[in-house]
């Protein structure tokens, strides 16, 4: 009988909350259906009687665990009808070999059991950790154990790895987790090994108080679906339906509510109620005649507003310059500020960064030394661990990581650098020559997020032996920012291009930035106000209606302009004209 877990009294209010936000699938022991692909296809799917918090048997003998929801999610929204069926691991492994159970919901992967099964992409990482009795030394690595008795449950993966490193005499094999847990704690054997999450689980449950977690993490193992190999069908299926249910968020409740919660809250219902009461009563009080107070105040300045437009008309468009200036003021003052904020956290950024890119390379190196020993090492004796992962395999992706790291790491120098350039302030005697490509460069970095999420076809061309232009380059890239923000806000879905390019014109002595979108276009009424200051069709979304009025404005002040043009069909094109240096303009 598997183990019967208790839901504590505290737990019973957020584990409510979190089923009523999972969708609702019918609970069923074996050979209960449930709606799906038709009426006479019923998939069974196998699972551990007593792996808690992946998959056991209730205390009302049911299936329940992470497993056993994420099968749930997936059955329904792929429309399946399926039946658990749960036992001793070993049972389900031979379940699968022989046809009585089409899919297992929670196997680790291995290359040697890839050479039987099929395995779905992973749905979680699992951690195994090394377990024994007070007072027993602590180790750091499997490889410690050796010469030890060593307790495993039958056919898991941590059978399977230590039986692979030569283990086979010092295990003592047991049918489930807790039976390896529960003869640790009767003072037989050296250490168990079993996963770190049900380790802990279990000993709580069965209060094991001379048990403890002795290493950390010794291995981490891929957890997946597996069918037999050929049942490609059956496997895509699942494949599909756990894509869709991380996608949709039910997989994250399903975590949340049995990996990512481990600790039961420590404040009963009643006191949190109490005290949430006297927080929220006095702030909702204060808001209240916080808005009445406000409303007064708006009503007062309205009529005062009105009485100053009745006295004198120009009074009425001084005011209204006077919002003009504030809000272009205000602006001015959050770019201020965000500057500052960019610039101490760029600091922050780069100073770690700063020892990444100075102990990476040191990093290799010494790998690099080390690798003529390692394999000689490995010819001599065969196959070992390094830091829970065979060598074999590892052997050939630890130069690939950290030439991965390295590349990653100058990437976050270089976008912090770009952010400084962006955010250190400017003035408008700052003319200086600038090469235009760069700063178009620069403003594509920041705005790469931006772009990957809008579209999926973005394309830059940039000209050859451009002439520079002078003027202020933090001021020409705000305006290349505004330009291709308003192209990814034009795209009604990400399978629409952007294009961007940069181009000489001899024959009017100007370099020209050119951003074409494939998005809804602009209506014909709306021309003549694109760069008028608060326009904007984006006021429900937080448009100002300040980003094409600054462009303009400072196109201008580069003796430049912004040409705009939209066909009929559809799309947006937006061309910077700036003038040239003469003295530079090639022949």
């Known amino acids: 009988m598997g183990l019967l877990l208790r839901v504590k009294p505290l737990l019973i209010f957020p584990l409510l909350f979190l089923a009523l936000c999972l969708p609702t699938t019918r609970l069923h022991a074996e050979g209960a259906d449930e709606p799906g692909i038709d009426s006479h296809t019923t998939i069974v799917v196998g699972g551990d009687r007593d792996y808690p918090p992946y998959e056991f048997i209730d205390m009302d003998g049911r299936p329940a665990g992470y497993n ?85 449950f039958r056919d898991g993966i941590m059978y399977d790895m230590l039986m692979s490193l030569g283990f086979g005499k010092d295990l003592i094999l047991t049918g489930t987790p807790a039976d390896a847990l529960r003869l640790l704690a009767s003072g037989k054997y050296d250490y168990c090994v079993v996963a770190s999450l049900p380790g802990m689980y279990l000993i709580r449950e069965l209060h094991l108080t001379n048990v403890v977690q002795v290493a950390r993490s010794v291995s981490a193992q891929k957890y997946c679906y597996a069918v037999n190999k050929g049942d490609a069908e059956l496997l895509a299926r699942f494949s599909e339906g756990l894509a869709i249910v ?126 003529q020993e390692l394999e000689e090492l490995y010819q001599r004796e065969g196959d070992f661990l390094l830091g829970g992962v065979s060598y074999a395999r590892m052997r050939d992706e630890i130069p690939q990581m950290l030439e991965e790291m390295v590349h990653a790491a100058q990437r976050i120098k270089r976008i912090v650098e770009d952010l400084k350039d962006f955010a250190r302030p400017d003035t408008v005697a700052a003319m200086e020559p600038f090469d235009v490509n760069q700063v178009v460069q620069a403003a594509v970095r920041l705005v790469e997020p931006s772009l990957r999420k809008a579209t999926t076809r973005f394309a830059a061309t940039y000209g050859e032996r451009l002439p520079r232009v002078c003027g202020n380059s933090q001021r020409i890239e705000q305006v290349v920012i505004n330009l291709l923000i308003n192209a990814c806000q034009s795209l009604p879905a990400n399978d629409r291009a952007i294009t961007l390019s940069t181009a000489y014109e001899q024959a009017g002595g100007n370099v020209t930035l050119t951003v074409r979108d494939e998005g809804i276009g602009i209506p014909p009424e709306h021309f003549s106000h694109l760069t008028d200051p608060f326009f904007t069709t984006k006021r429900e979304s937080g448009g100002t209606g300040l980003g094409l009025s600054i462009s303009a404005g400072i196109a201008q002040e580069h003796g430049g302009e912004i040409i705009f043009s939209s066909p009929p069909e559809g799309g947006t094109t937006v061309k910077l004209v700036l003038p040239a240096m003469k003295e530079v303009i090639p022949p």
């Open 68 to 152: 056993v929801d994420l099968t749930r999610a997936i059955a329904d929204v792929m429309g399946m009808r399926v039946t658990f069926r749960f036992g001793s691991w070993s049972e389900m492994r031979q379940g699968l070999n022989d046809g009585s159970i089409n899919i297992l919901q929670g196997i680790s992967w291995s290359e040697e059991r890839a050479k039987k099964l099929d395995f779905s992409p992973p749905h979680t990482i699992v951690h195994h950790a090394v377990f024994a009795r007070k007072g027993t030394p602590a180790i750091s690595s499997l490889e410690e154990l050796r010469g030890k008795k060593v307790i495993v």
């Open 246 to 371: 991380k996608q949709s968020g039910q997989y994250q409740a399903i975590y949340d509510k049995w990996l990512g919660v481990n600790e039961p809250p420590t404040f009963p219902r009643e006191r949190i109620l109490k005290y949430g009461a006297m927080v929220l009563l006095p702030l909702i009080l204060g808001l209240t005649a916080s808005m009445v107070w406000s409303r007064t105040l708006q009503r007062r300045v309205a009529l005062r507003t009105d009485e100053l437009a009745r006295e004198v008309a120009e009074r009425k468009l001084a005011l209204e310059e006077l919002r003009r200036h504030q809000d272009r003021l205000v602006q001015a003052d959050k770019m201020a500020s965000l500057g500052i904020l960019v610039s101490g956290v760029a600091h922050e950024i780069n100073n770690p960064n700063g020892l990444l890119l100075l102990n990476l390379p040191i990093l290799r190196d010494v790998y690099a030394d080390a690798l």
